[in-house]
């Protein structure tokens, strides 16, 4: 399984970014898919997440009501639309891929290279 992440950037507080993760190696539709986040000294943490055949919803609470995880199954891609965007959001962006829809960040099997994004004040 390959995960390939895209779409991070430079944006100023209060801007938007949308992310892509385009899986490979299997069946994308089955499997939940989620995004994680890290910036330096900082353990990797959930951001949001999207189960496979009910594209449930998950959130931190960091981000609710300004992120959008979303799928396109049959893109075999995974999204996640970023509004109003802090300078605390900083950080590299990772795109992760699971039997089911967890937080837990061990039990994702499969993971892309991260996306930079950063935030400026």
């Known amino acids: 399984v390959q995960l390939q992440a895209s779409g991070g950037g430079l944006v100023q507080a209060g801007g938007s970014l949308n992310l892509s993760c385009a899986a490979s190696?299997?069946?994308?539709?089955?499997?939940?898919m989620a995004w994680f986040r890290q910036v330096p000294g900082k353990e990797r943490e959930f951001v949001a997440g999207i189960s496979g055949k009910d594209k449930d919803t998950y959130y931190a609470d960091s981000v609710k009501g300004r992120f959008a995880i979303s799928r396109d199954d049959a893109k075999n891609t995974v999204y996640l639309q970023m509004n109003s965007l802090k300078p605390e959001d900083t950080a590299v962006y990772y795109c992760?891929?699971?039997?089911?829809?967890?937080?837990?960040?061990?039990?994702?099997?499969?993971w892309g290279q991260g996306t930079l994004v950063t935030v400026s004040s």
């Open positions: 190696g299997r069946t994308f539709s089955n499997y939940a």
């Open positions: 992760a891929s699971s039997n089911y829809l967890t937080v837990i960040r061990g039990r994702y099997g499969y």
